[in-house]
């Protein structure tokens, strides 16, 4: 069973959306800004330069490495937590176009960094 069923609109770089929203992507109101990492702060659009960026290709679209970002750190549990609160606020929607899985680790014993990044349109 599919998620979203049918997404809203076509993506382009003209097209994307950078404001800035309060959790569940209601209107900001009285300047409110959020600490990373809250659910909140999911809600706030990011440019790519920001975000040191840069466009990724998908099966549908070239995208413009800006975006919306949700933030994991710390214990499992508080990952979790994060989780069920983008959920319950619809961070993911009938708009979301994409989202980039992006993580990197570390082994300590060879000392070695690897990154991974996923991809779902």
Known sequence: ???????????????????SYDAG???ILNGSTHDEPTVGSAFLYHSAEFL???SL???LAV???GGYVAGFRGTFHNTIGLLDDLER?????????VVFVEFSVWNANTNLMSSFALLLE
């Open 89 to 97: 606020n619809r961070w993911t929607d009938h708009f979301t176009r």
């Open 52 to 54: 040191n960026g840069t």
């Open 25 to 27: 992507w209601r209107e």
């Open 63 to 65: 995208y413009s490495g």
């Open 1 to 19: 069973e599919r998620y979203i069923q049918q997404c809203t609109r076509w993506y382009s770089f003209g097209a994307e959306d950078t404001m």
């Open 57 to 59: 290709w998908g099966n």
